[in-house]
DNA sequence: TTCGTCATGTAATGGGTTACATGATTAC
DNA sequence: GTAATCATGTAACCCATTACATGACGAA
């Protein structure tokens, strides 16, 4: 069962476009490197796998081609299989990155949205940094009269909860304010540019630090 | 169906315990006093009410009991539906403020134990918060080891997405620091406190600005 | 009389998890 | 040779939502 999932098919799509994998390590990537916001499991992750599958929008491919000596390539010996992204599913993940309905900036697809910036048009990005922005904004508005109306019959751990919840959304509306102008100064600094300018258009944020070496060690479920 | 709902459960018993109320009312004060988590419909809480009269912590009573005047009780008229917490169901509540299990601190079970924690007492709450705060520090030590293992192949966006991640759970833990001490620094002026000392215990935050006048205006959904 | 909001519910569905079952490969 | 981890899956369940159906009450 569970057909249409929305999310987890989006991130799917998302890895898969970078480079082709298997189902086990897609689920690290969709943990590790997207993480923070879900974790999924395999019990989602195949059965979503098997639809996109369906739709024409990946292939299978076994893992271990020509290349391996020995070959019995039936009987026994379960392979690999790693998943490809086919034009279908390109263009399909496409269509889905320059959507701009509001779901594009609710609580769950925001952050997946965001993770998938670096492959939307800036025009995309700007319009969902700011219908996030004003969806929490709204969300302020309700919090603050909600908190007017209700303040002295509430008691201190209520109240400071309320508090530490609006400091956050606020946090985070300061956090789009910055990344708004980024875009922005970003646009204005490549005046009237013709829509084409397919990779290394990233706007915004230089940051890299350096330090701290690699270390292997992972994975928690 | 949907037995066994563990946080809806919770919160409803929890408001319960403070007054009756009907079901409307109930998720009002579920999405607003402690809102900003979740958004419970009317699809879940109904059939919870109603287990949870099954299971005995709650009894129905009728929203207008002898005080209206032309009485037609029965026929027409569907009348409130006002629940009330049974004897069992204040024990069962109470039981459940008392579990220090990992669940507490759990993103989803966090805040609304945080929001009854004028009920609990500073022992649990104490446990509470470092076991969130436990539960953080381990989820920033895999974010820190991730992102340095993965550093130089992420784009800029997904780099700053975990940035702002980190920053918002750092931000956290912070807030739970300050809560831990002011909750030990309530409990050491009152050395040995012989453990009965029921209501105006709450231990922390003299928060309480006035200004704002209240205001109607409610409700989303 | 119609609209908004109060008020209670059910059925279908959704989107995911847990627990289970299975087996290959690698490191010690 | 055995434990850890890699790797793929299924079935049963969970907790909630959406959409729907119903109807009373107050105010314009």
Redesign the interface.
Known sequence: MSRRSGILEFAVLGLLRESPMHGYELRKRLN?????FRAFSYGSLYPCLKTLVQQGWLIEESGNPPEDPLAAPLSGRRAKIVYRLTAEGKEHFEELLAQTGPDAWEDEHF?IR?????QTSRDVRVRVLEGRRSRLEERLA??????????ER????????????ME?VE?EVR?LNE?IESERAGRDRRPEAPEERRPEE?G?????RE?????P??D?N
Chains 1, 2 share one sequence.
């Not at 590790?32 to 923070?36: D, E």
């Not at 309700?142 to 303040?151: E, F, N, V």
């Not at 915004?204 to 890299?208: C, D, N, S, V």
Request: net charge positive; hydrophobic share 30%.
């Open positions: 590790t490197s997207l993480g923070v952050g965001f993770a998938f910036f670096g309700k919090m603050r009269a909600s908190l007017a109306r209700t303040r509430l008691d201190d751990y209520t109240l400071e909860l309320q508090r530490h919840g956050s946090r956090w990344l990233t915004g944020q230089p940051r890299h330090g701290t070496p690699p270390d060690s992972d928690t």
